[in-house]
């Protein structure tokens, strides 16, 4: 079931159910109104009778005009609509007291005291009560007073129309607010979901409205937000791609190039072991090129394991050091080591060297000759700091965010030495952000960049923790 119908339907439930608890309700309060007016009509009538028995006990019982006075006493003070007494002769017979009877020639047969009962008196609905009390100090008479009020539960019935009206306008209301909402709702979802399904079959300027400031709202911004690091992640993509093809072509060129002179006999003998040289050298470059990705897709899909151990990272990195004093030294750039005593640390040494070969492979392209390095290590509170900071060109601080993205530095600035993949960079940050540290780049124009590599990584007691 669709969204817009289950919030129609929930409404419609709602509403349902408020009316049924309003009519239950208005039932209830009738019922308990008709209770009280009867419970106070019987009161009434008890006390009225008892006032005509202290008046019949001060006249006698053929002073009509006494018990009249009181009973319109009554009937004023009292509210009612008819407020009647008579007594109660042998054979049947009946003396009214007061004026002519209405109301007890309607009551029924028998119903001669206490209770009260609904009558009809000249086509009006009537709530009565009887009281049948003894008067008279020699000749005891039965005497009855009969009290009647024209049933009007008018403030019963005002409350309970008003709560069913109140009740039935404001299910209505929200019935159709429901309505309205859901059709709402359901147009602006819909919006985002044909502007989904057409992004997914390939429209990729498809954007979803961002309208209001509501939840729908941020879903929409969020969606375009989504689609824009798409187009920008296929964009660089593509440029990845076109990078890397053009940097396969390449070698490859070079490489069929002279392999077709050799097969051909147009290489002289003497330039043989040159071009085979070059061969050569061209052949690491492609089989640089090829490892790098395949270990930049293992490392951006984890496919690959950590195994750290306890290893004294200042010995490590002056071993990693003097192994890339050769390519230095052929490059004329020197480096220079500052490394501070760290104790045993629980890393994966292979990993860190990768990260620190890059580290110094990244700054040998773009230092020129008599240039200089500086590699740093520090001791942290939960690990250790590399630093490794060049005098080459620096960077611009609009490209400073993208550095580690793949091939933009290659493609954005132009190498001393064309030696590597231009994936160093890449790596790194897959690398380190897999052992849990943190990689930050410092540069500016001219004043050559530094990048901080923090490793988290608890100091082992001994090789035992390996």
């Not at 979803?208 to 911004?221: F, M, N, Q, R, Y």
């Amino acid at each position: 079931m669709s969204l817009r119908r289950r919030l129609l339907w929930g409404t419609l439930a709602v509403a349902a159910v408020t009316l049924a608890a309003g009519i239950i309700g208005g039932v209830v309060i009738q019922r308990e109104v008709r209770t009280a007016a009867q419970q106070e009509l019987f009161r009434q009538g008890q006390v009225t009778a008892e006032l005509v028995e202290r008046q019949l006990e001060r006249t006698p019982l053929r002073s009509r005009s006494a018990v009249a006075g009181v009973l319109e006493g009554v009937k004023l003070v009292g509210g009612h609509d008819y407020v009647e007494a008579a007594l109660l002769l042998p054979a049947g017979r009946v003396n009214v007291l007061g004026g002519a009877p209405v109301l007890i020639p309607s009551l029924p047969p028998g119903f001669t005291d206490r209770g009260v009962v609904e009558v009809e008196v000249d086509g009006n609905p009537v709530l009565a009560t009887v009281r049948r009390v003894s008067v008279g100090e020699q000749n005891r008479r039965d005497m009855v007073v009969a009290i009647g009020r024209i049933e009007d539960l008018g403030i019963a019935g005002v409350v309970t129309r008003t709560v069913l009206i109140a009740l039935a306008a404001g299910a209505l209301l929200a019935v159709m607010l429901s309505i309205g909402l859901s059709r709402a709702l359901g147009n602006r979802l819909e919006a985002i979901s044909e502007t989904a399904r057409a992004y997914a079959e390939g429209d990729f300027s498809a954007r979803a409205p961002e309208s209001g400031s509501d939840e729908l709202a941020a879903v929409g911004s969020a969606f375009n937000d989504m689609a824009a690091e798409l187009d920008d992640a296929r964009r660089r993509e593509r440029d990845f791609l076109m990078s890397v093809g053009h940097d396969l072509r390449t070698p490859l060129t070079t490489i069929r190039g002279y392999a077709e002179g050799l097969d051909t006999g147009a290489v002289p003998p003497d330039d043989i072991a040159r071009v085979a040289g070059v061969i050569h050298a061209q052949t690491d470059r492609l089989s640089r090129l090829i490892e790098d990705l395949m270990l930049l897709a293992r490392l951006e899909a984890r496919e690959f394991t950590l195994r750290p151990e306890p290893v004294d990272l200042t010995a490590h990195l002056k071993e990693t050091i003097d192994s890339a004093r050769i390519r230095s030294d052929e490059a004329r750039v020197r480096i220079d080591a500052d490394l501070e005593p760290t104790g045993l640390l629980q890393i994966d040494p292979d990993r860190v060297a990768q990260v620190v070969t890059n580290l110094i492979d990244n700054a040998l392209r773009y230092t020129p000759e008599g240039g200089r390095m500086i590699v740093g290590l520090t001791r942290t509170g939960d690990g250790a700091r590399i630093v490794v900071a060049d005098d080459g060109p620096g960077i611009e601080p609009s490209d400073v965010p993208h550095v580690f993205e793949r091939l933009y530095v290659a493609q954005r600035y132009r190498v001393v030495r064309p030696e590597g993949s231009g994936l160093g960079l890449s790596i790194i940050k897959e690398l380190v952000d897999a052992m849990g540290g943190s990689v930050e780049v410092a540069s500016a124009p001219g004043a050559g960049t530094s990048i901080v590599v923090s490793l988290v990584a608890p100091e082992s007691v001994g090789p035992d923790q390996s």
